[in-house]
């Protein structure tokens, strides 16, 4: 790919972005190596991964890849027999390990929907025997060797805190029995030259004796090794030897284990920084709301970028507009005419580096829809490359670019000329401009170009595949709005301009009657247009404001409408409940009068049951019609599984039964109205609560014996007659489970404080069977 393009199109600066997210310098450096490929397959494969990327980190936004330690010298010096790795390189082998166990640990599970992820993981390093022997002997706190490394290691170390321990004893006790005259005030052991000494004032040098080690700024001070001391520091020197030999030893010999390691060691950090690179693009891609384009092929595809955006500018705090860009087939050459400061040289930088991004693997910002080609090359003349050293003008700057255009640019290719045929005499310019653009055309290269020749707008006509395009300008404001008009070349507006920062018009009035009718023409013919264009766009928003408003009153119209209906359905459901509550309240005392007078009260318990099944069947179809949207219909089969809206349970379809459905819950089989039940998928609603009417498949009784049961039948059994119970309306029942040993009692009691539709429940008393029943209240 051709560097001085990417230099033009600053593609460094976007590198170095991008590496701001990775989460070590290694996987950083491998986003800043990353170069544009001009194969499909590659460019594809590496867009795959890194939208594999986004979708892990949408699925676990808190995932990030561990540190991974920059192993890459010590590696390399791995491969040299006889080496020998220090401490902190070991500890970085030990982390190199430990990384790759929780990557696998992470991604491995998943491997089935991010294969590409997947893929990486599987390839690192798995030994926990060596991960194991590094634990053991490292502190990785300290960096250095564990005492327990070894047993001699672990004896030397406590042989030389021992005797560093005895030495400063010894010289605290010299120190302490100085004379007056020879010691150094608040004096303590200090460690000259390797060696621990004692402070002492000059005069007593002879005194002391032993050997100077170093004296003060001053010189009033000597730092002196008594004789005394000697002997002990040169044994504590051989300890510290010792030491050092030992600790060589163990280095070696975990040196050692590591060496068969080495290459797949160096694959694991390779595929560890890989993986880090790719976590910072897809962090990035996130960042900037960036989407992977379509890869298609070039001419026979065309081009179309949605929502471009310079990846640049993204960064700064400016107000950014997007722009579109759409080549159809055949189309491939783009000229881009407008006024300065209107955004042409932004728009084929956003270009370059789209195309630039995307085939070097990284998101582009751009929008769903996009579609872009692999280019074969990407070639650029941008800015003003004059130089005073080497004798290179502004003008011949960009004939050396044009000449490297010309001599590298083919079929694939994507060129970049900013101001062509500018920086020399218009005429000579405009001609040179229109024969590069016309060889290149040739080529079927896709070129985007920008200038400020107006004799270059009549190539779109002249010339099949140029396309003219300009930047909309704000006339009254003086004002680029850096949206890409295509179809339509660009006004410079320089004499506008030129009479806004103060022109005389004296020199303004000259410059246009120097202008010949034809520029005049199609001056004013490019200004119809853009009116027109603007009075279009004008109509265009106040048809969708008034759209969107339209749209507002009617959603507003149809949720009132739905309020006042759901509201009405509440109504009419608190009356039936309340109604309901009455009569079963009335069951209720009409059962105690019962026990008094069964004769006189059964004809009023008929009629009783009679209203109570009246309202009972009034609001199982009130609950129906909540249950779901008006004009839905569910269509039920045996074996459906269903959410009873009314009991807030789930049951089994078992057959229809003209307009109702027979539904199995529990064991016990319920025909219920189509209005309570809804597939499963549909969830329970908190705001609707009833018990509905039984079939005849449901004979509820105010008792149920469980004697001669074991536990589990028993439990099922107290169950079906629970539901029946709670389905009818009962307020109590009577289980009746015998004295025994117990266990049936334990169970019933155990069952009534679980089930929430239980009140509360008792032993019976004396008349009721005493222990040997359970009675509960039900809600």
């Known amino acids: 790919m051709n560097q001085h393009a990417l230099d033009a199109l600053e593609f460094a600066r976007v590198l170095d972005i991008v590496a701001g997210y990775a989460t070590c310098e290694p996987g950083a450096e491998a986003v800043r190596a990353l170069r544009p490929q001009s194969d499909a397959a590659l460019v594809a494969r590496a867009l795959d991964q890194i939208d594999e990327m986004v979708g892990w980190l949408i699925r676990d936004e808190s995932w990030a890849p561990p540190l991974i330690p920059d192993l890459r010298g010590p590696l390399k010096r791995?491969?040299?027999?006889?080496?020998?790795?220090?401490e902190g390189e070991l500890?970085?082998?030990?982390?190199?390990?430990?990384?790759?166990?929780?990557?696998?640990?992470?991604?491995?599970?998943?491997?089935?929907?991010?294969?590409h992820l997947g893929a990486l993981a599987s390839g690192l390093l798995k030994d926990e025997k060596l991960q194991g022997l590094l634990q053991q002997a490292l502190d990785e706190e300290a960096e250095t060797l564990k005492d327990d490394a070894s047993n001699e290691l672990k004896r030397l170390r406590r042989a030389i805190r021992g005797a560093r321990s005895d030495l400063v004893r010894l010289l605290e006790g010299i120190v302490a029995g100085l004379p007056e005259q020879y010691a150094v005030p608040d004096a303590s052991v200090t460690i000259r030259a390797g060696r621990y000494c004692i402070p002492i004032r000059r005069e007593g040098r002879s005194s002391v004796g032993g050997i100077v080690h170093?004296?003060?700024?001053?010189?009033?001070?000597?730092?002196?090794?008594?004789?005394?001391?000697?002997?002990?520091?040169?044994?504590?020197?051989?300890?510290?030897?010792?030491?050092a030999r030992e600790v060589e030893r163990i280095l070696r010999e975990l040196t050692d284990a590591l060496r068969p390691r080495a290459d797949e060691m160096s694959q694991t950090l390779t595929r560890l920084v890989t993986l880090d690179s790719l976590f910072a693009r897809g962090r990035y891609a996130l960042a900037r709301g960036c989407t992977r384009p379509r890869l298609i092929a070039w001419e026979d595809g065309g081009y179309r970028v949605v929502h471009g955006r310079h990846p640049l500018l993204a960064e700064t705090s400016e107000p950014l507009v997007p722009f579109d860009l759409l080549m159809n087939p055949g189309e491939h050459t783009l000229l881009v005419t407008g006024p300065n400061a209107g955004g042409k040289t932004v728009l084929i930088k956003a270009v370059g580096l789209i195309a630039a991004m995307a085939q070097a693997g990284i998101l582009p910002p751009v929008g769903p829809g996009s579609e872009v080609p692999v280019f074969s090359g990407i070639f650029a003349d941008i800015g003003d490359e004059q130089s005073i050293e080497a004798s290179l003008s502004t003008f011949t700057g960009h004939l050396r670019n044009l000449t490297e255009i010309l001599e590298g640019a083919g079929r694939d290719s994507?060129?970049?000329?900013?101001?062509?045929?500018?920086?020399?005499?218009?005429?000579?310019?405009?001609?040179?401009?229109?024969?590069?653009?016309?060889?290149?055309?040739?080529?079927?290269?896709?070129?985007?170009?920008?200038?400020?020749?107006?004799?270059?707008?009549?190539?779109?006509?002249?010339y099949p595949g140029v396309v003219s395009a300009g930047l909309a300008f704000d006339p009254e404001r003086l004002a680029p709005l850096f949206r890409l008009i295509?179809?339509?070349?660009?006004?410079?507006?320089?004499?506008?301009?030129?009479?806004?920062?103060?022109?005389?018009?004296?020199?303004?009035?000259?410059?246009?009657?120097?202008?010949?009718?034809?520029?005049?023409?199609?001056?004013?013919?490019?200004?119809?247009?853009?009116?027109?264009?603007?009075?279009?766009?004008?109509?265009?928003?106040q048809l969708e404001a008034r759209e969107r408003e339209v749209s507002r009153q009617s959603e507003v119209q149809r949720r009132e409408a739905a309020e006042l209906a759901e509201r009405s359905r509440e109504l009419e459901r608190e009356a039936h409940s309340r109604a309901r509550e009455f009569l079963l309240q009335a069951r209720r005392q009409l059962d105690e009068a019962l026990k008094a007078d069964r004769a006189r009260a059964s004809e009023a318990r008929a009629q009783l049951e009679a209203s109570l099944r009246a309202h009972t069947q009034a609001l199982r179809e009130s609950e129906g019609r909540a249950s779901r949207p008006a004009g839905a219909e569910q269509e039920f089969e045996p074996g459906d599984r269903v959410w009873i809206a009314t009991l807030?349970?789930?049951?089994?379809?078992?057959?229809?039964?003209?307009?109702?459905?027979?539904?199995?819950m529990g064991g016990v089989k319920l025909q219920l109205a189509q209005g309570t039940l809804v597939k499963r998928g549909g969830g329970p609603s908190a705001e609707r609560r009833a018990t509905i009417h039984i079939g005849p498949e449901v004979e509820a009784h105010s008792e149920v014996d469980l004697r001669g049961m074991v536990a589990e039948d028993a439990r099922l059994e107290l169950i079906r007659a629970l539901d029946a119970a709670i389905l009818a309306g009962l307020g109590e029942l009577r289980?009746?489970?015998?004295?025994?040993?117990?266990?049936?009692?334990?169970?019933?009691?155990?069952?009534?404080?679980?089930?929430?539709?239980?009140?509360?429940?008792r032993l019976g008393a004396a008349y009721e069977g005493g222990s040997g029943v359970t009675v509960l209240a039900l809600e």
């Open 414 to 462: 994507l060129c970049l000329i900013d101001e062509i045929g500018g920086a020399t005499d218009p005429v000579e310019g405009a001609a040179l401009a229109r024969a590069v653009l016309t060889e290149l055309a040739d080529r079927r290269c896709f070129t985007i170009a920008t200038s400020h020749l107006g004799s270059l707008n009549t190539l779109a006509d002249q």
């Open 214 to 243: 170093d004296e003060s700024a001053s010189r009033a001070t000597l730092f002196v090794e008594p004789p005394a001391a000697i002997e002990p520091m040169n044994h504590l020197r051989e300890l510290h030897h010792s030491e």
């Open 486 to 541: 295509k179809g339509r070349p660009g006004r410079s507006y320089a004499l506008a301009m030129a009479q806004r920062v103060g022109f005389p018009s004296r020199v303004l009035d000259a410059a246009r009657s120097s202008l010949s009718q034809e520029e005049v023409d199609i001056s004013r013919l490019l200004a119809e247009l853009e009116a027109k264009d603007i009075e279009l766009e004008e109509r265009l928003s």
């Open 735 to 761: 289980v009746i489970h015998g004295k025994g040993t117990g266990v049936l009692r334990e169970m019933v009691g155990e069952y009534a404080r679980s089930d929430r539709r239980v009140k509360s429940h």
């Open 78 to 86: 791995l491969a040299i027999r006889g080496s020998v790795w220090s």
């Open 648 to 664: 807030e349970r789930e049951g089994q379809v078992v057959e229809r039964r003209g307009a109702d459905v027979v539904v199995e």
């Open 91 to 115: 500890i970085a082998a030990k982390r190199l390990l430990i990384a790759a166990r929780e990557v696998r640990r992470a991604l491995l599970p998943q491997a089935s929907d991010y294969p």
